[in-house]
């Protein structure tokens, strides 16, 4: 039989594997340029039909269009087809006078019945579109995102390379005048989008189209059965293992930008990011069969699968690292502060790589976002990494016992604790007047932990078997003029 | 071919433009190398300052 206190020790390492799988990530991102050296581009203007699912979109919609109008591409290769699902704003007037003002490049399609979400309002559109045939690929981009005016040439040059069977674009925050929780979103879209999916790059095999702009090859199109799998709330995941199981690649281009406006309050993130939660859950469950197998390719390797599930079982790592310090405090309080010792040294080597690599790799980004990428973690655990990286920090302090006792089992249990003091942020931000402390608190608490309390109430959801309800994050139109 | 010609006056058909383009974006990947390979050596000095200083 195992020794308990030996279960608990293997609880506290669990808790180190995210910090090193975002290392090794990083690690691989800086790479990246090997990949590059090997992929081909070449010039490329295969006729593009781009789909716009847009739900009463009146407010970013016209900026959008006319991005697209201006995309340095064939005029005569390019069509835009926006689904208007039923809207009840002013959408489509909207639409009647963009079509009217970009005659042959804007298409106006109408869902009398909406309501039934995303994937659905795409599928209407790729009927139409393959009906008619004209289209070499199709690019899928949300109402309210800004491509930048080379973005799509960028992405349609690697179909060259004819493995090639999507591309997705980086997709940046752009929300102007920003909040502190867009800024914390931009930052975490450069350690999830320009990191990570580089390290998919040099893996080959990528995680996730970005659902605000991915584009297919009419062969990918019709590879995955013509439309986006609506049995998930991940849709573009779906899409994503689909395209590489029928042997093509999907290519991440980091040069190809696409602002999108994010949620600038913890209800908006938490609806949202409970969605991608709950849709990551669902696709892990319905691709079971290609986890750690190599017949599945690149997507069935060991890599792919350790960034995977360091992510979206980054809520159970936390709690077992808390149960299993605890747990050794009762048992073994001597080896309880080693094991947390170590698990420090690990926080601290990890965090001072990541957070600085993350910075390297888009400093434009970082520039703005500096504050939020150092207390990405949370204040409360930036003091306990400062002192396992320096302990003569704090001087001469003499804390009486039972000060250390309580400063050790409040360290011990915020591991996993931080998840729901995160997670109560969310009701705060609710209650007039005490909704103004909600930033403070989470730099002190962190977004990292906020993240990762929103994948568990995902877990929770999914357990409970929640209704799979399409809830549309609200924007506002509000992108900066100067990311144009 | 010359990295001097400015890319953005070449056609976008041009190949040359794609491969100028092609070439900025690996220097610029080359350059990120490069600083994580001094941030993981800087890392690396400093674990070790911390362990033969402050202790394991």
Same mark, same amino acid.
């Given at each position: 039989? %195992?020794?308990?206190?030996? !279960?608990?020790?293997?609880?506290?390492?669990?808790?180190?594997?995210?910090?090193? !799988?975002?290392?090794? =990530?990083?690690?691989?991102?800086?790479?990246?340029?090997?990949?590059?050296?090997?992929?081909?581009?070449?010039?490329?203007?295969?006729?593009?039909? %781009?789909?716009?699912?847009?739900?009463?979109?009146?407010?970013?919609?016209?900026? =959008?269009?006319?991005?697209?109008?201006?995309?340095?591409?064939?005029?005569?290769?390019?069509?835009?087809?926006?689904?208007?699902?039923?809207?009840?704003?002013?959408?489509?007037?909207?639409?009647?006078?963009?079509?009217?003002?970009?005659?042959?490049?804007? +298409?106006?399609?109408?869902?009398? *019945?909406?309501?039934?979400?995303?994937?659905? =309002?795409?599928?209407?559109?790729?009927?139409?579109?393959?009906?008619?045939?004209?289209?070499?690929?199709?690019?899928?981009?949300?109402?309210? !995102?800004?491509?930048?005016?080379?973005?799509?040439?960028?992405?349609?040059?690697?179909?060259?390379?004819?493995?090639?069977?999507?591309?997705?674009?980086?997709?940046?925050?752009?929300?102007?005048?920003?909040?502190?929780?867009?800024?914390?979103?931009?930052?975490?879209?450069?350690?999830?989008?320009?990191?990570?999916?580089?390290?998919?790059?040099?893996?080959?095999?990528?995680?996730?189209?970005?659902?605000?702009? *991915?584009?297919?090859?009419?062969?990918?199109?019709?590879?995955?059965?013509?439309?986006?799998?609506?049995?998930?709330?991940?849709?573009?995941?779906?899409?994503? +293992?689909?395209?590489?199981?029928?042997?093509?690649? !999907?290519?991440?281009?980091?040069?190809?930008?696409?602002?999108?406006?994010?949620?600038?309050?913890?209800?908006?993130?938490?609806?949202?990011?409970?969605?991608?939660?709950?849709?990551?859950? *669902?696709?892990?469950?319905? +691709?079971?069969?290609?986890?750690?197998?190599?017949?599945?390719?690149?997507?069935?390797?060991?890599?792919?699968?350790?960034?995977? +599930?360091?992510?979206?079982?980054?809520?159970?790592?936390? =709690?077992?690292?808390?149960?299993?310090?605890?747990?050794?405090?009762?048992?073994?309080?001597?080896?309880?502060?080693?094991?947390?010792?170590?698990?420090?040294?690990?926080?601290?080597?990890?965090?001072?790589?990541?957070?600085?690599?993350?910075?390297?790799?888009?400093?434009?980004?970082?520039?703005?976002?500096?504050?939020?990428?150092?207390?990405?973690?949370?204040?409360?655990?930036?003091?306990?990494?400062?002192?396992?990286?320096?302990?003569?920090?704090?001087?001469?302090?003499?804390?009486?016992?039972?000060?250390?006792?309580?400063?050790?089992?409040?360290?011990?249990?915020?591991?996993?604790?931080?998840?729901?003091?995160?997670?109560?942020?969310?009701?705060?931000?609710?209650?007039?007047?005490?909704?103004?402390?909600?930033?403070?608190?989470?730099?002190?608490?962190?977004?990292?932990?906020?993240?990762?309390?929103?994948?568990?109430?995902?877990?929770?959801?999914?357990?409970?078997?929640?209704?799979?309800?399409?809830?549309?994050?609200?924007?506002?139109?509000?992108?900066?003029?100067?990311? *144009? | 071919?010359?990295?001097?010609?400015?890319? &953005?006056?070449?056609?976008?058909?041009?190949?040359?433009?794609?491969?100028?383009?092609?070439?900025?974006? &690996?220097? &610029?990947?080359?350059?990120?190398?490069?600083?994580?390979?001094?941030?993981?050596?800087?890392?690396?000095?400093?674990?070790?300052?911390?362990?033969?200083?402050?202790?394991?």
């Amino acid at each position: 039989m %195992i020794a308990l206190d030996v !279960v608990l020790l293997a609880f506290v390492v669990a808790g180190t594997i995210p910090p090193v !799988v975002g290392v090794y =990530t990083f690690a691989l991102a800086s790479i990246h340029v090997v990949t590059l050296r090997r992929e081909t581009v070449a010039p490329l203007f295969p006729r593009v039909a %781009i789909v716009v699912p847009a739900w009463n979109e009146a407010a970013v919609l016209a900026r =959008t269009l006319d991005r697209l109008a201006a995309l340095e591409y064939p005029r005569e290769a390019l069509r835009v087809y926006v689904v208007d699902d039923a809207s009840t704003d002013s959408t489509p007037e909207l639409l009647r006078e963009k079509a009217a003002e970009h005659p042959g490049l804007i +298409f106006h399609l109408r869902r009398e *019945q909406g309501g039934q979400g995303k994937a659905h =309002t795409i599928n209407h559109g790729l009927n139409v579109i393959i009906a008619e045939g004209w289209y070499e690929a199709v690019l899928i981009i949300d109402a309210d !995102v800004i491509l930048t005016v080379e973005s799509l040439r960028r992405m349609t040059r690697h179909f060259v390379s004819e493995d090639v069977g999507a591309v997705t674009a980086y997709i940046k925050e752009g929300s102007r005048p920003e909040n502190y929780l867009n800024r914390f979103v931009a930052f975490e879209y450069v350690t999830a989008q320009a990191a990570a999916r580089r390290a998919q790059n040099v893996l080959g095999a990528q995680a996730c189209l970005a659902g605000g702009a *991915q584009l297919l090859t009419r062969a990918s199109l019709e590879a995955v059965g013509g439309r986006i799998d609506t049995s998930t709330l991940a849709e573009d995941t779906a899409t994503t +293992f689909k395209v590489q199981l029928s042997g093509r690649r !999907v290519v991440f281009d980091p040069t190809a930008v696409v602002w999108a406006e994010e949620p600038r309050d913890l209800g908006g993130l938490w609806k949202q990011r409970l969605r991608w939660g709950r849709g990551n859950v *669902q696709i892990t469950r319905a +691709f079971s069969h290609v986890w750690l197998r190599r017949r599945n390719g690149r997507l069935g390797g060991i890599g792919f699968a350790a960034i995977w +599930f360091s992510t979206t079982v980054m809520p159970v790592f936390m =709690t077992l690292s808390s149960i299993g310090l605890l747990g050794l405090f009762a048992v073994d309080r001597s080896l309880s502060g080693h094991a947390f010792r170590l698990l420090l040294g690990v926080n601290v080597v990890t965090y001072l790589f990541i957070t600085l690599s993350a910075i390297s790799i888009d400093r434009m980004t970082a520039g703005r976002t500096w504050r939020e990428a150092v207390l990405f973690p949370g204040l409360v655990a930036l003091l306990f990494i400062i002192y396992a990286a320096y302990p003569p920090v704090w001087g001469d302090l003499r804390p009486t016992a039972a000060v250390v006792t309580a400063v050790t089992l409040f360290a011990y249990a915020w591991q996993g604790g931080c998840m729901l003091v995160a997670a109560a942020l969310k009701r705060l931000e609710t209650v007039p007047v005490v909704r103004l402390a909600v930033p403070p608190l989470l730099y002190i608490v962190g977004y990292g932990p906020l993240l990762a309390s929103m994948t568990a109430a995902a877990y929770v959801k999914e357990l409970r078997g929640a209704e799979m309800r399409w809830e549309k994050t609200e924007k506002s139109g509000k992108i900066g003029e100067a990311l *144009q | 071919m010359s990295d001097l010609v400015p890319h &953005e006056s070449l056609p976008l058909e041009s190949p040359r433009r794609t491969e100028l383009e092609r070439r900025e974006d &690996e220097r &610029e990947e080359r350059r990120r190398l490069l600083r994580q390979a001094a941030l993981a050596a800087v890392l690396v000095f400093a674990l070790a300052a911390r362990i033969i200083f402050v202790g394991g």
